[in-house]
């Protein structure tokens, strides 16, 4: 599991939907939670991306294809 925050984890749910696992600690309505993603290649490439500058539509370009597949190897 690798951390991220919460932009991260919006772009990354945007591009590639349900298929990526994303959990947040302290389910409850508090400023302690914490963002946690799953470290599945293309997840791990669009979210090197994503800090590096591009923006989520061009990932969802690249990324789209790997949406609704439950394992990526």
Not at 38 to 54: C, H, Q, T, V
Request: glycine share 6%; with cysteine; net charge positive.
């Amino acid at each position: 599991m690798i951390l991220i925050n919460k932009q991260e984890a919006g772009m990354i749910r945007q591009v590639f939907g349900e298929s990526v696992h994303i959990r947040r600690t302290c389910p409850q309505k508090t400023n302690r939670h914490r963002y946690h993603m799953e470290e599945s290649p293309w997840a791990m490439k669009a979210l090197e991306g994503f800090r590096s500058g591009a923006n989520v539509d061009s990932l969802k370009k690249s990324y789209g294809r790997y949406r609704n597949q439950s394992r990526f190897y």
